[in-house]
């Protein structure tokens, strides 16, 4: 019989273990983070109403969309990103919930695009949110969780070097906007002076030329260059959009808030961020790794005042962020500070003699209770190759059982002969040991 | 503007914190004890090309898979569950692998099935296998794996009582099926016998019948009889079998390795499970909760002796089981042991003043670098309506800052006043006390 290729579709990925551990370890650590500033995970289905997810529809989105019918004839579609499902769960379950509602949600998201130039059809989005406070606190709380879990103690601690978070307000764009006279174009506006970083002051300049005249390019140009401090940079924002406002508050009330926690130094006031996305109305920010800024931002999010509009009459704000998870690990690995491993197990018990697979277990029992996990050999090949697999399946040691001449080991009955403890790099046997003493020396040499 | 309804598809489900909070908990048990013995993780998309997942195609899986058209007009569904696409994943990668390969896999499958009485078309399976190893000894991992998992110091562990695992030997029921003559109707016999718990001896004799003739329909009854031990029952099926055999000598060596390791009240050998799936070949099992054996198998699988067929020329033999986590958290639920939270956070900070935002966060790091994870409240209300509030969200203490007299606790800095730890539960305040001092009182409470 003819056999069927094995492959996977273009834009799609297997995970093999040294991979998926990596981005578990990764995930876990997020995780870890979120769940220590109080935040709790919730999951929505991967395959919702097409008309749910496209919402008012049109553009991009419509393209890239997978959308079929299902078996009842319902027009479908896998879920695109993570925020459109958590309004339509806001909305849905607005009653069972208390707010502040602060949430994750860690969990695949499917766009068909073209799948050239690396990037996927498949792919994992990490996002967090607080809903209904419209407060500086919650504002900074996500601004606080992104440096953190990113910087500090956080996922590139050990030399990957700090981020730097930017940020800016919408509020306050759109005031300088007003006081120019061009505000009717503020959706137009904020999306050019978006593509800055990527085409250029010259590209950005010719098209606010085209939208607001050359004049007012100028301004806004000049609007959007950050100063030499976070405090001149605000000076001169609420100068151009007309003096004190909300917004301006609410900037202030975030400075003080990062000095208070000590954390000034990794937040810059940069104008020229904008975000493209239209719901976005106060905080708008972007996440840079320090060390590998040119990747762009690992993390970005910001306020909304009306997220889930098109499912409730029910106004619900609130303010998020993302983790772009596949950036960050690639950033990770070409710093240098991907941890890879291959196997959960630093040890392994080899197998002797084939009936003796029981007492194998039951060795390899005592090693899991004191919280080292152990593989266990299924087949007694040659010690030699024995050794060669646990190596290359990533284990440190080897538990040998019954092969030095010793009596027994006292905490391992049945197995004839003592055991012997293998170190795999090194090739250094110890032999005769008691198995309390394999767990201390593991233990020791694991924690250094 | 109409708002569209929100809702979700039926046979879907969203999942609230309370609930994601218990399926996190118990999937993270379940890794753990999977790392535990050296197994590591794999993924794979959930979307393939229809022809791999349907393979030979035909019958249920056709009906029920998800499949459409992609954007390149290619055809592609949904996974359905994850034998299928691991089978292609050994046959693609079989060179980067190292045998014998322990692999487990936690993901979500879809089934456009019937959702009547309460089956889901979106579910979590977790699988897992050793590949690469035709032994008693990998066998018997997989069992003390699903039974270690579950009973022991797993999932069960506190009341919920243990599990009793029923297994059987395929190559054994077809040797005794060739010496009644009816060798050729295996497949249509054993998945006959698979229906006897389901619809009874009478149903199944006279469904034999058709197959077989009433008198060996008669016969294949009496084979699948267990005896009063394990023992006798093998005795039995090796009589009925034609003497001595290889499957015979696998289910000997099997109990030999269940009594070296003290498990052996856990195994029932019976001869009536057969599992429905064509390709077992070896051992097979189910696992019952002692306490709601009703509800059925919790955790199922076998040894085959040739997974990745389809997609490769080169056999590659394996054992492995896989677990119901929906059926396991309904049976955990109706046991009354499942772990019902809403957070994971413990504790609180009242918010009392706007301008202190930064300060309450700084107070949180402390106690989240204590490993307690901390909730920071963003909104100056009322401290009656906090104290609900946090107790509605999970939270077992509050901490209210700057409100006693004394002065601000020395490991605080910044916040004017005393902390003042709150018992939400038992509404009693402690006054003036150090950031330690609430540290050591939290976490003595909790290790009780």
């Known amino acids: 019989m003819a056999v069927i290729e094995p492959r996977v ?13 990596e981005r578990r370890d990764l995930i876990e650590r997020i995780e870890a983070s979120f769940r220590s500033y109080g935040f709790v995970p919730i999951d929505t289905p991967a395959l919702e109403y097409a008309e749910i997810l496209l919402g008012k529809g049109g553009g991009e989105t419509e393209k890239q969309i997978y959308r079929f019918k299902d078996h009842g004839g319902r027009d479908v579609a896998l879920r695109f990103d993570l925020t459109v499902p958590f309004a339509r769960f806001l909305a849905e379950h607005r ?41 500086a606190a919650a504002d900074f709380e996500i601004l606080l969780m992104m440096r953190n879990t990113l910087a500090g103690a956080g996922i590139l601690a050990g030399g990957a070097g700090g981020v730097t978070i930017k940020l800016n307000h919408r509020g306050l764009f759109n005031r300088f906007l007003e006081v120019q006279g061009i505000g009717g174009r503020s959706a137009a506006i904020l999306r050019t002076v978006d593509k800055l970083a990527k085409t250029g002051a010259g590209e950005v300049l010719k098209l606010l030329a085209e939208l607001t005249g050359p004049e007012k390019a100028r301004e806004v140009l000049d609007f959007i260059r950050p100063r030499n401090s976070f405090e001149e940079t605000l000076e001169a924002m609420i100068g151009a959009a007309g003096g004190e ?21 990794s937040f810059v006031l940069d104008p020229s961020i904008t975000r493209g996305l ?28 009306d ?20 950036r960050l690990i690639a950033a990770l690995e070409s710093l240098g500070a991907a941890e890879a491993r291959s196997s959960y197990a630093p040890l392994a018990v080899a197998c002797l003699r084939e009936e003796d697979g029981g007492l ?17 050999f299924p087949d007694p090949r040659k010690l030699t190759q024995q050794f060669m697999l646990a190596e290359k399946k990533g284990a440190r040691w080897m538990v040998i059982p019954g092969t030095s001449g010793g009596a027994a080991a006292p905490d391992a009955p049945g197995i004839e002969g003592g055991l012997t403890l293998r170190n795999l790099s090194r090739r250094e046997n110890r032999e005769n040991l008691p198995v309390q003493e394999i767990i201390n020396i593991i233990k020791n040499e694991s924690s250094r």
């Open 9 to 21: 579709l273009k834009g799609f990925r297997d995970f093999l273990p040294p991979a998926e551990i």
């Open 95 to 135: 009653g069972e919930l208390t707010l502040p509602f602060k949430r994750y949600h860690i969990a695949k998201v499917w766009r068909g695009e073209n799948a050239q130039r690396g990037r996927y059809r498949e792919f994992t989005q990490c996002d967090f949110d607080i809903i209904g406070s419209d407060t």
């Open 278 to 305: 239209d719901y976005y109305t106060g905080v708008v920010f972007e996440t840079f790794l320090d060390k590998l800024p040119e990747i762009g931002s690992v993390c970005s999010g910001g306020r909304y005042d």
């Open 307 to 326: 997220l889930a509009g098109l499912y409730s009459r029910e106004k619900l704000s609130g303010v998020g962020a993302s983790i772009g998870l596949d």
């Open 245 to 265: 406002s909300p917004g301006a508050e609410r900037l202030k009330l975030l400075r003080r808030f990062m000095k208070d926690t000590g954390t000034e130094a």
């Open 360 to 376: 194998y277990q039951a060795l390899a029992a005592r090693f899991r209770m004191a919280d080292i996990p152990c593989e266990v």
